[in-house]
Nanobody, 125 residues
């Protein structure tokens, strides 16, 4: 099993970035996927997620990113993306994608069992 994030970069406030996560080693379309982030000195926090194919690929977001971030998935390519617009300095963090393996709430990191290595997003002028 492997999840590989890419797309992190340094961007100015108000800018945009698109993160991508490539999955392999499991039946990607069967799993809900989530994005989390962790800033220095802070706990990992939920950013957003998308349900599996059978559940319709519905999306859900943390209040802090709602209206600015958009999650999408391509089950044919085994990828999930996080489009981030109107970025703020407080969005600076390492961003992780994860596959939901266990019963529980979408916002709880303990519900997720496969994790990528993370990609750094820095929002600064």
């Amino acid at each position: 099993v492997q999840l590989v994030e890419s797309g992190g970069d340094l961007v100015q406030p108000g800018g945009s970035l698109r993160l991508s996560c490539a999955a392999s080693g499991f039946i990607f379309s069967n799993y809900a996927m989530g994005w989390f982030r962790q800033a220095p000195g802070k706990e990992r926090e939920f950013v957003g997620g998308i349900t599996n194919r059978l559940s319709g690929g519905n999306t859900y977001y943390a209040d802090s990113v709602k209206g600015r971030f958009t999650i999408s998935r391509d089950n044919a390519k085994n990828t999930v993306a996080l489009q981030m617009n109107s970025l703020k300095p407080e969005d600076t963090a390492v961003y992780y994608c994860a596959a939901m393996l266990y019963s529980g709430t979408y916002t709880d990191s303990r519900t997720y069992g496969y994790w990528g290595q993370g990609t750094q997003v820095t929002v600064s002028s």
